[in-house]
């Protein structure tokens, strides 16, 4: 990891998997990459309203101050969660958004945006949305390289269930490629 | 909840399920309790020694610091949790241990002190030890009634695969029923 902190901040509805993507996320640093981590989710009037947000911050120091204020990177997999989480994001962070789920972007942002069809990329993998996170964990990291790909891969090894190993390196690694390839439209 | 604010540690070895147990508690006091929740998991070089803890705070306004400093309760499923965790324990907080696992406990202790068998009532229940965080989690609602059994079953049912419902209820009140029926040796 290049910088000495980064606070990242994944975003969508209940049930979208982002507490796993930011468990898997925290773990590659901590427990494979010799890093600090801290993962959170608060829960607040939001949670109820159907936003939901996980927090994860990588340090090669140990971590102070425990709340993301000034996230690297936002996902936001809803335009619910892109409106309630993006107005944190400074000007050299990155906004990644289901390009499908998010058609209204801030207006006048002075960070760079991808507009990816995360959804879309994990029908076409399994046929099904469930890896949409881990399609968007890959893609996070490709962007911030906040942790080996290696050691991102052995921490989502361990958590997902026996059987779906070789769909969830895919769709890892189809994140990854969306961001290698990614055209600003 | 009585308490304005509760401060709660579920710690073990990696693998014994403490951030489901933490996502599923900070889950039913949020979204069916109508409470704030803040939970979340910190790595350092413990992680990698292979101590494991979650970490929820519950409270009836806004959390503003996110980190738990004074915890009501310490959960240790491991002796090498219970070394690394309980020093942070006042006299007015609990301690539960797996009676099986941990056997050296803390000295000249002024909290109230629980010694249950968890992995044992688990294998009873279900042959294998897989709920033991969900018996244990029971016990923690039951000692601190932090949230409502109903909001706890609720979110319970949420996060636990489909199939494991009934023995995943059948955990969660045995844990209650240990400390109800709990006898000081």
């Known amino acids: ?16 998997g982002m507490i796993l993507a930011g468990i ?4 590659a640093a901590a427990i494979y990459d010799d890093l600090h981590a801290l993962q959170s989710q608060s829960y607040g009037p939001e949670a109820r309203g159907g936003a939901s ?8 120091e140990d971590i102070q101050y425990p709340r993301v204020t000034r996230p690297n990177l936002l996902l936001a997999l809803s335009q619910r969660a892109c409106d309630a989480y993006h107005s944190d994001l400074l000007e050299d962070s990155f906004l990644l958004v289901d390009s499908i789920r998010v058609k209204k972007l801030p207006k006048g942002a002075k960070y760079k ?16 949305e469930i890896t949409t996170n881990i399609i968007a964990l890959g893609a ?18 361990k958590r997902v269930p026996k059987g779906t190993e070789e ?5 890892l690694y189809a994140g990854a490629d969306a961001i290698k390839n990614y055209k600003d439209k």
């Open 1 to 16: 990891m290049k910088k000495d902190v980064l606070e990242i901040r994944l975003s969508g509805t209940g049930g979208q």
């Open 24 to 27: 898997i996320l925290g773990e």
């Open 53 to 60: 947000k996980s927090e994860v911050i990588i340090s090669h």
């Open 113 to 128: 945006i991808y507009k990816i069809p995360f959804c879309k990329i994990a029908k076409e993998i399994t046929g099904r």
């Open 140 to 157: 996070v990291n490709q962007v911030l390289e906040a942790v080996t790909f290696e050691s991102l891969e052995k921490a989502l090894l």
């Open 167 to 171: 769909m969830n390196l895919k769709s």
